[in-house]
């Protein structure tokens, strides 16, 4: 039994890396009153542009990098949209969200399985510190030990982080006071794309080695639902994500079990899904949303 | 130097279809590069995703099977909008209208085809509305956001066709996860005779044509876009806030369940894991493209079914991936709502730094 805990606990932490990291960008980046809904799409982007650049080069390293670089570019082209144009955030998202997929569909296809082929690299293995808690990933290590520490840090302690609060309550306010609202929303936007190419990246780098259509999954859907299952606060958004990986290791752990054999695994693959939405109607009602969520601000 | 963008005090006519064909040009030279990339000849590519379509007969028929699916979810997703009801979820509800659907199709066997088509039809519908109604109860009673939830929706709904499928699904015959063919009283008439295209195809255009009726011409209609344009006026005004946005997402679910419903009966007659091809997602990108407006969404739809049969004949033909189809609506939606935005605006180059008061 104790094996199986320890299995259970394992396995959630490396299922809550990739959906921690994505959270957090996307916590970032709602904290200055934008919605990214790109965020499936830039996490597919970084995945594929990840395991493409590192299957070329022979480096993991070479692929996580290329993985950030596709990160910012899809934050810029996305925060160019609707900060300085002021395009509908749901659309503009979604739309980075499609083209994403679509551009590396068709990239995928082109470079590694015109012939029947699939891309695979050796990936990332886990380092060991003793039982199988702590053997994983140095990514994981590092979201929870440095990255969680320094969102928390950046949002409340830093001079920035007052910047992208006030701009994402009042950014009337905020230019008054000097702070400029577009410059402080594109460096959001930036960051927070760069937590969700992090993310991207650990799944293929990581978790399979390897790519196919639909690697993400909706992991960025439920990324979005735990930042506003966590109020965005990041003590709750992480009980969110333990959460949500519990019930995902869980059910994995129940596929084993000879009782469950005639159970379709597709059903228990949904549980993670509903629970998430279960989770919401429990704790999402009445939540305090950014001040400027969705508003495009102009001085005019 | 600073460049700033300032609101135009009026817009001249001609700068609206300017930009948009700036940015349709935009999308062609991406798509050229992508083609180029892939080894293909980028003119004859071109000439076969966007005409060569339109020059033949079974291309034309083709292209307007294509668009059916379209059609509908354009129309789920525009109505939804256009109430400020942010579905997102109709990928999820024209799958659950598929379900629905071949449920039906499948246990239809003895009844004649005009109580199996209005049967089958129905079914989608109520599965794609049943599919919409916990975002929806969600959203109005507790105020919980309807983006999240009917996007997490999606995924589980094609995790339920898969688990069918493995299952008690299953094709009897192959062995396959493909549902074995459903009964011939539930299949669609075709309606243009020696060709696929199907009665799904003009139960698209009546749906898009109530729409643009209730929506533009009747008084529930104008309740939904005042609850679309400002809920907190509405809401003052003593409109029915939440139970005009729970019918608006019910009836959008459905309409896009409906598309599922005419997929399975219309053409592909069987269940499968593909079923939709993005369907829904490409219905958020129709109905934007037209600006919500229904009569836009059925001509949108109508060209990326050309698009869509262009881009596998240019596959077919040069050898590149067909998925260079959906790449070029993804790439037009963000080109040309960027250039609807532009077009409001003027460029103002300034030299002098505004001063902000302390």
Redesign the interface.
């Given at each position: 039994m104790i094996d199986v805990t320890e299995e259970i606990i394992s396995s959630s932490l490396r299922i809550a890396t990739p959906l921690a990291l994505a959270a957090l960008g996307e916590l970032v980046t709602e904290k200055s009153g934008v919605?990214n809904?790109g965020i499936e799409g830039i996490m597919y982007g970084s995945a594929f542009v990840g395991i493409a650049t590192a299957a070329q080069t022979g480096s993991l390293t070479a692929g996580l990098v290329a993985a950030l670089v596709s990160g910012a570019i899809a934050g810029l082209?996305f925060a160019f949209?609707t900060v300085?144009?002021?395009?509908?955030q749901?659309?503009?998202g979604?739309?980075?969200t499609?083209?994403m997929?679509?551009?590396c569909?068709?990239a995928n296809?082109?470079m590694f399985t015109?012939d029947g082929g699939q891309v695979r690299v050796d990936p990332w293995k886990p380092i060991n510190f003793g039982g199988p808690i702590f053997s994983q990933y140095w990514l994981t290590y590092a979201t929870f030990l440095v990255a969680v520490p320094f969102v928390w840090w950046l949002l409340w302690k830093s001079g920035l982080g007052l910047k992208i609060r006030a701009v994402g309550e009042n950014p009337e306010a905020a230019?008054?006071a000097?702070v400029g609202v577009a410059k402080t929303r594109y460096t959001a936007i930036i960051i927070g794309a760069l937590f969700m190419a992090l993310a991207g990246a650990f799944i293929t780098l990581a978790f399979v080695g390897t790519f196919t259509v639909n690697i993400v999954?909706?992991r960025g859907?439920?990324a979005?639902?735990l930042v506003?299952f966590g109020r965005w606060t990041i003590g709750r958004l992480l009980v969110g994500a333990a959460l949500f990986s519990l019930v995902n290791a869980g059910q994995l752990q129940l596929r084993l079990l000879p009782s469950f054999a005639d159970v379709?695994?597709?059903?228990l693959?949904?549980l993670p899904?509903?629970a998430?939405?279960v989770g919401?109607?429990i704790s999402?009602?009445?939540v305090p949303y950014p001040g400027s969520y969705l508003k495009p601000y102009?001085r005019? | 130097m600073k460049a700033r963008?300032?609101?135009r005090a009026s817009t001249p006519w001609w700068r609206g279809p300017l930009l948009v064909g700036v940015a349709a040009l935009l999308t062609i030279l991406i798509s050229a590069i992508?083609i180029r990339?892939?080894?293909g000849a980028p003119i004859p590519a071109v000439r076969y995703m966007f005409i060569s379509p339109l020059q033949s007969r079974f291309g034309f028929t083709e292209s307007l099977l294509s668009a059916t699916p379209l059609v509908f979810t354009g129309a789920a997703v525009a109505i939804a909008f256009r109430a400020g009801y942010?579905n997102?979820g109709a990928e999820g509800q024209l799958l659950a209208g598929t379900i629905g659907a071949t449920w039906v199709g499948l246990h239809a066997e003895p009844l004649p085809r005009i109580v199996g088509v209005p049967l089958i039809l129905l079914a989608g519908m109520l599965f794609g509305a049943l599919w919409a109604l916990?975002p929806a109860l969600?959203r109005t009673r507790?105020?919980?956001?309807e983006?999240?939830?009917t996007?997490?929706?999606?995924?589980?709904a094609l995790?339920?066709i898969?688990?069918l499928l493995?299952?008690p699904w299953r094709n009897s015959e192959s062995g396959f996860p493909d549902s074995d063919v459903i009964a011939d009283s539930t299949k669609l008439w075709i309606i243009w005779p020696n060709t696929r295209v199907h009665f799904g195809l003009a139960l698209g255009v009546v749906v898009i044509g109530l729409c643009w009726w209730f929506v533009g011409k009747m008084s529930g209609g104008l309740k939904l876009r005042a609850v679309g344009l400002a809920p907190n006026a509405a809401r003052i005004a003593g409109l029915p806030v939440e139970r005009t946005l729970l019918i608006t997402a019910l009836v959008s679910g459905g309409i896009a369940g409906l598309g599922g419903a005419s997929e399975i009966a219309g053409v592909a007659h069987q269940l499968t894991t593909g079923i939709s091809n993005?369907f829904g997602?490409?219905g958020?990108?129709v109905a934007?493209l037209a600006s919500l407006s229904f009569i836009g969404a059925l001509l949108v739809a109508l060209m990326f079914g050309v698009i869509t049969v262009g881009s596998f004949s240019a596959s077919r033909a040069l050898e590149?991936?067909s998925?260079?189809g959906?790449?070029v609506?993804?790439?037009l939606?963000?080109t040309v709502?960027?250039a609807l935005?532009?077009q409001k605006?003027r460029v103002v180059w300034s030299t002098k730094k505004i001063e902000?008061?302390?």
């Open positions: 919605l809904l082209i949209a300085t144009l002021g395009v509908n749901h659309v503009a979604l739309g980075m499609l083209l997929i679509s551009l569909n068709t296809r082109i015109a230019d008054v000097g999954n909706g859907w439920v979005l639902a506003i379709p695994f597709e059903i693959l949904a899904f509903l998430v939405i919401l109607a999402g009602r009445n102009k005019l | 963008f300032a609101l992508m990339w892939a080894g942010w997102i916990t969600l507790l105020g919980i956001d983006v999240v939830t996007l997490l929706l999606n995924p589980v995790l339920i898969t688990g493995n299952g993005n997602y490409t958020v990108i934007t590149i991936p998925q260079i959906q790449l609506q993804a790439v939606l963000i709502v960027c935005v532009i605006y902000v008061s302390k």
